[in-house]
């Protein structure tokens, strides 16, 4: 089975729904968070949209970028993460 590929914004607005159900809406995941995962080595591009120049990341990946950045991300709004 090919995985999901999904562009920078998609990639957020899919962790930005994980993070929101999370933090009751205190937190936020925008594109240019994608591209931090990705020079910070949370996420790597997985290959090249038709365009050529459009990063896919696999949505799979996203989500472990999105969790394993989750504990940090919920200090910063005040709130505590819960297992």
Do not use: F
């Amino acid at each position: 089975m090919d995985p999901i590929l999904l562009t920078a914004a998609q990639a957020a607005a899919h962790a930005d729904r994980a993070r929101q159900a999370l933090s009751a809406g205190a937190a936020h995941i925008k594109s240019c968070t994608i591209r931090q995962w990705r020079s910070r080595g949370h996420l790597a591009p997985t290959g090249l949209a038709e365009d050529g120049r459009t990063r896919l990341y696999a949505l799979a990946d996203v989500a472990r970028a999105e969790r394993a950045t989750r504990s940090r991300a919920l200090r910063m709004v005040g709130m505590t993460e819960t297992r």
